[in-house]
């Protein structure tokens, strides 16, 4: 297993990808998949069905998607 400097908590700045250039932060590191979820970054929407006792109308669900780790960079001090 690979070990990554970027942990859950630290402000990163996305270099790649649609997003890029912004300053975020980290969610959750998935290392077994080389990825971490960012904080608003590649957000996508979910369609929830509805049901009788959660969510009677259904709707959409705004959820972010992993990004892979190379695609961002470490903020020092923001």
Request: contains cysteine; aromatic residues 2%.
């Amino acid at each position: 297993m690979i070990k990554y400097s970027i942990k859950k908590g630290d402000k990163v700045k996305v270099i790649a990808g649609d997003d890029k250039g912004k300053i975020s932060e980290v969610l959750a590191v998935l290392p077994s998949k080389g990825k971490v979820i960012v904080k608003d970054c590649k957000v996508a929407k979910k369609t929830i069905k509805p049901d009788k006792d959660k969510n009677p109308e259904g709707g959409f669900l705004n959820k972010e998607m992993p990004i892979d780790i190379s695609n961002l960079s470490k903020v020092d001090g923001v």
